[in-house]
């Protein structure tokens, strides 16, 4: 249904409406929508603990359960609520920063505006466990996490890299190339 103003009989600014573009509003999921968002319950959190642990999907981190968010693998924007708001396979556990991280994505990806649940099925930020694109590009991802007694190994790549005049990543990259080249593991 669109909302749009117009001018009563005498003169004051009413809203009036109609129905939209039956097409348009498939093309753009509205009709998953119309009840409105579900609310994520407190039973699905814990259903997703128990299956996945208190991990957050996106960074492989294990996180305080109470600082984990139940998110929708599919954007809802995309694909609205799932049937069955129990089953743990349309939803994912985020920490606050990895959620804000998956939002931000998604609102600059392509797919915002086109809705192809399809190719979200297949992107990083939706099932990060197997992906062929991150928001729409073709690149893979690795996080890392240093904690603790790693910190002198990421201490040395920091080093590795500034003698390189490279990013920490590209320095990873090269060390990862070397010891393929001293094992003699080959690309495929």
Same mark, same amino acid.
């Given at each position: 249904m =669109?909302? @749009?103003? $117009?001018? !009563?009989?005498?003169g +004051?600014?009413?809203?009036?409406?109609?129905?939209?573009?039956?097409?348009?509003?498939?093309?753009?999921? /509205? %009709?998953? +929508?119309?009840?409105?968002?579900?609310q994520?319950?407190?039973?699905?959190?814990?259903?997703? $603990?128990? &299956?996945?642990?208190?991990?957050?999907?996106?960074?492989?981190?294990?996180?305080?359960?109470? %600082?984990? /968010?139940?998110?929708?693998?599919?954007?809802?924007?995309?694909?609205?609520?799932?049937i =069955? *708001? %129990?089953?743990?396979?349309? @939803? *994912?556990?985020?920490?606050?920063?990895?959620? &804000? !991280?998956?939002?931000?994505?998604?609102?600059?990806?392509?797919?915002?505006?086109?809705?192809?649940? =399809? *190719?979200?099925?297949?992107?990083?930020?939706?099932?990060?466990?197997?992906? /062929?694109?991150?928001?729409?590009?073709?690149? +893979?991802?690795?996080? %890392?996490?240093f904690?603790?007694? =790693? @910190?002198?190994? @990421?201490?040395? $790549?920091?080093?590795?890299?500034?003698?390189?005049?490279?990013?920490?990543?590209?320095?990873?990259?090269? *060390? $990862?190339?070397?010891?393929?080249?001293?094992?003699?593991?080959? !690309?495929?």
């Open positions: =669109d909302t @749009f103003k $117009i001018k !009563d009989s005498s +004051k600014t009413i809203a009036a409406y109609k129905f939209g573009d039956w097409e348009a509003a498939k093309k753009s999921n /509205q %009709l998953l +929508k119309v009840s409105g968002r579900t994520i319950t407190e039973k699905l959190k814990n259903a997703l $603990i128990d &299956r996945y642990g208190a991990k957050c999907h996106l960074y492989g981190e294990e996180y305080p359960a109470r %600082l984990l /968010q139940p998110d929708h693998r599919v954007p809802y924007e995309i694909g609205g609520d799932p =069955d *708001m %129990l089953n743990t396979d349309y @939803f *994912m556990l985020l920490s606050p920063s990895a959620n &804000r !991280d998956k939002s931000w994505a998604c609102e600059h990806c392509s797919n915002w505006a086109e809705k192809n649940i =399809d *190719m979200c099925k297949i992107c990083y930020y939706a099932y990060p466990e197997e992906y /062929q694109h991150i928001a729409g590009v073709r690149e +893979k991802k690795l996080e %890392l996490v904690r603790n007694e =790693d @910190f002198n190994l @990421f201490n040395e $790549i920091v080093k590795k890299a500034n003698l390189h005049n490279t990013s920490y990543q590209s320095e990873v990259k090269r *060390m $990862i190339n070397y010891y393929h080249k001293i094992n003699g593991i080959r !690309d495929k």
